[in-house]
């Protein structure tokens, strides 16, 4: 399967006739034990489900394939999968992080693991001299986002997944915002690419659930392990649902990309918008490293709008369509304001440096007829102008 495009792969890697029946797809083994013909002899590796499952372990070989690599291994959660991660650290040990990262990732970071004794610098990875001069003795993992959240800046993966070898130390993508059909970090020199399942690769916003995939046999054998030590395993279910979700993963992104494409270059001229951030367009300050390294770019989308928290609550108050939430990367058309919703728990002097201000808002473009798309945006633009009381009248009430 391994020699297949993209879409093949999607559909069919991991998955085989069930044995037993001939059912195309794979059951929902919803079973917490297997029977064992004599003691310590059982099939495969199934003892206990969270050891293994089938389900899961389909669902595992499936995202190994998307992503070119070697061996899947799924979580609970994308925060789940990211602390698997940190279980191969020690205390003592040191960790760069890129600055603008999704907030829940700095929140374990500086709320869970510093406590244990594992120290974080954040950088601007987007700049190689920093980054360079952030490493410590101790630096003995990085993580990267790209495209970052929110501000959707570009991380060159090469440069960073190769200073971090160059240091000794392992690199972790979080390959969320881009999907392994725009982009493969482990090509590119990562040793892990993490996942939060619950975005684009569910894509219908009903599940959570997190995913590492790597090609060494060692560091795959040992995240195995603090898999099931740590037990942060997804159910069953959850792992039949995501199976169903990569089979259209290709044919969304697809979809999301071009929707995005447009509403970005509308954005981009309307006179209500102060700055779009779409690494799809080339006034984006890394276009070019975006194109190099990712086939299409995604489906989110940041902007400053003029004005501050007054225009920005209009405006979201004003959509139709798309809806007011976090999360994102399903097919319907999400909208959030960072500052107060998704990256509340970062502190406020780094979202200022970061951007993220009150006039910042962020968009999963869904897979919705993009002029309806539009035309909702529209609406809720103009609302802006009309909320705001003309000068005479703020006069005659003063
Ligand atoms: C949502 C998200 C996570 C966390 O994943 P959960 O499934 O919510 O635990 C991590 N990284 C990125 C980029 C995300 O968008």
Redesign the pocket.
């Known amino acids: 399967m391994s020699n297949k495009h993209f879409a093949t792969r999607a559909i069919h890697a991991g998955q085989e006739p069930d044995p037993t029946t001939g059912a195309i797809m794979t059951p929902v083994y919803q079973t917490s034990t297997y029977v064992q013909t004599s003691p310590g002899r059982y099939i495969d590796n199934f003892d206990y489900s969270r050891s293994a499952n089938p389900t899961r372990t389909a669902l595992e070989a499936n995202l190994a394939s998307l992503e070119g690599g070697k061996h899947g291994i799924c979580f609970a ?6 602390a698997a991660c940190i279980h191969l650290l020690s205390a003592g040990d040191h960790v760069l992080l890129c600055d603008d ?2 907030g ?2 700095f929140r374990m970071f500086n709320n869970v693991f510093e406590q244990l004794g594992i120290n974080f610098t954040r950088v601007d990875m987007t700049n190689a001299a920093l980054t360079r001069a952030a490493f410590t003795g101790k630096t003995r993992l990085v993580w990267l ?1 790209t495209p970052t ?1 929110p501000m959707l800046k570009i991380v060159d993966i090469a440069m960073v997944t190769a200073l971090a070898r160059e240091k000794g130390a392992l690199s972790v993508v ?1 390959n ?2 881009a999907t392994p059909y725009l982009q493969n970090p482990l090509a590119l020199g990562a040793d892990i690419v ?1 996942h ?4 684009y690769l569910g894509g219908h916003s009903d599940l ?3 995913a590492l995939i790597v090609n060494d046999d060692d560091l795959a054998a040992r995240l195995h392990y603090i898999q099931n030590a740590v037990g942060a395993v997804p159910a069953p279910w959850d792992c039949f649902l995501l199976l169903r979700s990569t089979k259209t993963l290709h044919v969304r992104m697809e979809r999301h990309c071009a929707n995005a494409k447009r509403i970005a270059d509308y954005l981009a001229d309307h006179s209500r918008v102060e700055r779009v951030f779409y690494p799809g367009r080339s006034d984006h300050p890394q276009h070019a490293i975006a194109a190099q390294q990712m086939s299409d770019f995604g489906g989110m989308i940041t902007m400053t709008l003029k004005g501050g928290l007054a225009e920005s609550r209009t405006f979201l108050e004003s959509l139709r369509l798309f809806s007011l939430a976090e ?3 399903g097919v319907e058309s999400l909208i959030e304001h960072p500052a107060i919703m998704t990256h509340a728990s970062v502190d406020a002097d780094a979202r200022e440096a970061l951007g993220i201000t009150d006039g910042l808002v962020r968009l999963s473009v869904g897979i919705e007829d993009a002029d309806d798309l539009l035309g909702d945006l529209d609406q809720a633009l103009s609302a802006i102008r009309t909320a705001t009381p003309p000068a005479y009248k703020m006069a005659a009430r003063s």
Not at 77 to 82: D, K, N
Not at 196 to 199: A, G, I, P, R, Y
């Open positions: 959660s994308g925060v789940a999968s990211l990262v999704y829940g990732t986002e959240n979080d969320t915002f993490s939060s399942c619950t975005k959570v659930s997190g999360s994102l990367g």
